[in-house]
């Protein structure tokens, strides 16, 4: 098993740019999320989805998009990418029930907006 | 609005010095909490849940404990690769267990010294 994937490690935008930050996970999780890890700050979750075709909003949401169209993949859209979006992105996923805090966390991506 | 604090920000501890971590939550109900271990460059990963006031769970040098405000993480006899980043979490908001998401403390820097 891979666990979670995550794709790209490392990527440099300008602002402006757009890009997705790939996640996939082999483990038939029904529950992913995405969270961004910034110094000082803590994980803060981005966005969850409980299941293909259910998506909802975190605690930061603005300038982010998902959409969860199989139960294995899990993609994060910047729209337009800004420098308050430097920071290091993890995807996660989980059972469902009492199990749905165990999180499996991805190694993360790392972006820097110019 | 959860509220998750985590003490001391950092702490460095001589191998086989053992000592405490807490978390401090102010939760509407006790719904789970988690605690997860973090290397440096790598995701969180899972430790324990505990989910009743008195409850405890271990796992090698390492035991959670819960109280109806706090949660301790004890390490006993600790040693170099121990050394991480250790973040205890509760669920955001109204499901069980952390179905849409969780709130993480800043998390406790952790040096053990040979």
């Known amino acids: 098993n891979a666990g979670v994937t995550q794709t790209p490690k490392f990527q440099v935008l300008k602002t402006g740019q757009s890009m997705t930050l790939q996640c996939a996970q082999d483990m038939n999780h029904e529950y992913m999320s995405w969270y961004r890890q910034d110094p000082g700050m803590g994980l803060r979750l981005i966005h969850y989805s409980v299941g293909a075709g259910i998506t909802d909003q975190g605690e930061v949401p603005n300038g982010y998009n998902v959409s969860r169209s199989t139960t294995e993949d899990f993609p994060l859209r910047l729209l337009s990418a800004a420098p308050s979006q430097t920071s290091v992105y993890f995807c996660?996923?989980?059972?469902?029930?009492?199990?749905?805090?165990?999180?499996?966390f991805g190694e993360g991506s790392r972006l820097t907006v110019l | 609005e959860d509220q998750v604090t985590q003490s001391p920000e950092a702490l460095r501890l001589q191998e086989g010095e053992s000592s405490s971590l807490n978390c401090s939550y102010t939760?509407?109900?006790?719904?789970?909490l988690f605690w997860y271990r973090q290397d440096p460059g790598k995701g969180p990963e899972f430790l324990f849940t505990l989910y009743s006031a008195g409850e405890e769970k271990e796992k090698e040098r390492l035991k959670a404990t819960l109280t109806k405000k706090e949660s301790f993480l004890h390490i006993t006899a600790p040693k170099p690769e121990d050394s991480a980043t250790y973040l205890c979490?509760?669920?955001?908001?109204?499901?069980?267990?952390?179905?849409?998401?969780?709130?993480f403390g800043k998390g406790t820097h952790l040096i053990i010294q040979p």
């Open positions: 939760v509407s109900g006790l719904r789970g």
């Open positions: 996660a996923s989980s059972y469902s029930g009492r199990r749905a805090g165990e999180l499996f």
């Open positions: 979490a509760v669920p955001r908001m109204y499901s069980g267990g952390g179905a849409d998401g969780l709130t």
